[in-house]
């Protein structure tokens, strides 16, 4: 109060010298006709919502942005090519890979790379061999590369990136074994199969570091499920070179999955693949020159568009991966770092040529 006070006088002091400056008497000054406001309390500043503690032993995934187990969280992930043939559905696993990717490998064929990190599932398969594109999406995410057998550029990329990799040609009958149902029906090269628990000790077993790496996530996350800003109606999402359609369900927030019209289905888990989101990377996409097998190369590093599909709205968006060792980044129409809604995300990566639509 004393503080107060001693403004007060100021002020009666400041007003008595204008007014004798005028000539005129100093006028009285009244309590009433001091700003009471000037002197009051300033507001205390609204304290911002701290942010919600994991609960006991969780930590968020830098890949869903969802609550996992710490320990896994803190796990390195594992990249796995998994065979994508009509005659290696439905596959095993899936269901609890926390991003997929699906690429054009020869012909119209595609394979899946799915990036595990909070995984338990006993049968993960079919496995199939590697290319150097899919090599590059494992290193994207530091991930132990997991594939059976590979193309002769896939082979170098691994060994040009250094990429801590197992591989079902070295452990056919241990890590990796052949499911007899599949090599029956189906033929061998539809039958490699392994589990979480076998990657996750063979990986203790060869001394790889299995801490996870810092850049792991590409993506953001929304505190809450948000709808796009504008967006264009994204109910149905059809990757015509992949045969595959996405349809969104208002009611789960996800989308499912479906190929050659039937639903894409999870071996294990007996259900139908969802997703949160669904990312379309366009890029080029070409036929070696000479190879007797049809295999494609892949420009995985570069930049360009493609387009985000969440919650029944899409938008365009925009890639870049400058060198083989900086992980991909993904930015929205404003040039801001993608955010995305926390969930399991799907990645398309399809050609330039025909323009995607």
């Known amino acids: 109060m004393r503080k107060y006070a001693l403004l007060i006088i100021c002020l009666m002091l400041i007003i008595a010298v204008f007014s004798a400056c005028g000539g005129g008497e100093p006028e009285e000054i009244s309590m009433a006709e001091i700003d009471h406001e000037m002197f009051a309390e300033p507001e205390p500043e609204p304290e911002s919502e701290p942010e919600p503690s994991p609960p006991e032993g969780m930590a968020v995934s830098l890949l869903t942005g969802l609550y996992i187990c710490e320990e896994a969280a803190d796990r390195r992930p594992f990249a796995v090519v998994f065979n994508n043939e009509s005659r290696a559905m439905p596959q095993s696993g899936l269901m609890q890979a926390d991003i997929i990717y699906e690429v054009l490998a020869e012909g119209v064929t595609t394979r899946l790379v799915a990036i595990f990190q909070d995984f338990d599932a006993e049968k993960i398969g079919p496995i199939r061999s590697s290319r150097n594109y899919m090599a590059e999406i494992a290193n994207d995410f530091g991930a132990v590369f997991v594939h059976h057998g590979g193309s002769p550029t896939g082979y170098a990329t691994i060994t040009n990136l250094g990429l801590s990799n197992l591989d079902g040609m070295r452990y056919d009958g241990t890590v990796f074994w052949r499911d007899p149902d599949r090599r029956r029906e189906r033929g061998m090269e539809h039958s490699s199969v392994t589990s979480a628990s076998n990657l996750l000790e063979v990986a203790e077993t060869r001394g790889f570091d299995m801490t996870a790496p810092d850049n792991l996530g590409l993506f953001g996350f929304l505190d809450e499920a948000t709808e796009i800003t504008d967006a264009n109606p994204a109910n149905t999402v059809n990757i015509a070179a992949h045969s595959s359609i996405f349809r969104f369900d ?101 050609s330039s040529s025909p323009e995607f639509e």
């Open 250 to 350: 208002p009611e789960t927030d996800n989308y499912y999955k479906y190929v050659w019209g039937n639903p894409h289905m999870d071996e294990y888990t007996d259900e139908q693949i969802s997703v949160t989101n669904v990312l379309v990377q366009v890029t080029n996409i070409h036929i070696i020159a000479g190879d007797a097998e049809g295999r494609r190369n892949v420009s995985i590093v570069g930049s360009g568009h493609g387009y985000l599909a969440t919650m029944g709205g899409y938008t365009r968006v925009y890639w870049e991966k400058p060198n083989h060792q900086t992980p991909t980044s993904w930015t929205d129409a404003d040039g801001e770092p993608l955010q995305l809604n926390r969930g399991r995300t799907w990645i398309s990566i399809v």
